[in-house]
């Protein structure tokens, strides 16, 4: 999708992806009635969490059921990013895909077993 409308591919980058997402929603590519595509973008912000933040997919079951989750390794710190984009949107409230990011980034960093050491690499994304 974005290779059609942008010229631009994917590539597990996290400043050029999370800008190809905001682009989705901005330019209304992706709107609130799009579930699955939102789920998808989701997908993808999860695919950049787990690469910066050495997190694994897993499925998580609780007593609401079922959904898939990112795992700090071994700990009880999850993530649910496939929902973070597509609840904000269905809501009417603000998209700001830089802004999901690092609050998510910023809820994980201090569960890091070298946390100085990620919080050099895995500096929150500017907000430009």
Do not use: C
């Not at 901005?26 to 912000?45: E, F, H, P």
């Not at 950049?48 to 079922?66: C, I, N, Q, S």
Request: overall charge positive.
């Amino acid at each position: 999708m974005t290779q059609r409308h942008f010229g631009s591919s994917l590539h597990q980058d996290k400043n050029h992806d999370l800008r190809l997402l905001q682009r989705l929603w901005d330019d209304k590519i992706v709107t609130a009635d799009n579930a699955q595509t939102l789920q998808d973008m989701g997908i993808v912000l999860g695919d950049l969490f787990a690469k910066e933040l050495d997190m694994h997919w897993v499925l998580y079951t609780d007593a609401k059921g079922r959904s898939r989750a990112l795992q700090l390794r071994h700990t009880e710190h999850f993530l649910f990013p496939i929902t973070m984009i597509s609840r904000r949107a269905i809501a009417g409230a603000e998209v700001n895909v830089k802004a999901i990011y690092n609050k998510a980034v910023a809820h994980i960093l201090p569960h890091l077993d070298d946390y100085s050491s990620y919080r050099r690499r895995i500096l929150p994304v500017d907000h430009h």
